[in-house]
């Protein structure tokens, strides 16, 4: 119903800076909010930074004044500017979309397969 097509990750040094992009496409009927999070090895999966159509968005302090997520509605796109990357910044990050889809009732989440992000010291 909502497919998610993730792009962007690598391997980067320390200081560096990545951007990732996640394309939504299926039957939409509202895009609500789009997001990133990310999961490192051993860890629970923990959001990165969330941005709601009308563009209010939700950083995790652990990333806050070094990554930037901005959206564009009309490409059902969302982008995340990952700077000064930090060797723990190293993780598998998947894009979240929270949409409702036409001829079904409600919003669910859908998610990426995942990109790999590996900041290298």
């Known amino acids: 119903q909502v497919q998610l097509v993730e792009s962007g990750g690598g391997l980067v040094q320390a200081g560096g800076s990545l951007r990732l992009s996640c394309a939504a496409s299926?039957?939409?009927?509202?895009?609500?909010?789009m997001g990133w999070y990310r999961q490192a090895p051993g860890k629970q999966r923990e959001l990165v930074a969330v941005?709601?159509?009308?563009?209010?968005?939700n950083i995790a302090d652990s990333v806050k004044g070094r990554f930037t997520i901005s959206g564009d509605n009309a490409k059902k796109t969302v982008y995340l500017l990952m700077g000064s990357l930090k060797p723990e910044d190293t993780a598998v990050y998947y894009c979240?979309?929270?949409?409702?889809?036409?001829?079904?009732?409600?919003?669910?989440?859908?998610w990426g397969q995942g990109t790999q992000v590996t900041v290298s010291s």
């Open positions: 979240k979309a929270r949409a409702s889809v036409f001829r079904l009732p409600g919003e669910a989440d859908y």
């Open positions: 299926g039957s939409i009927a509202r895009l609500s909010a």
């Open positions: 941005i709601s159509s009308t563009g209010s968005t």
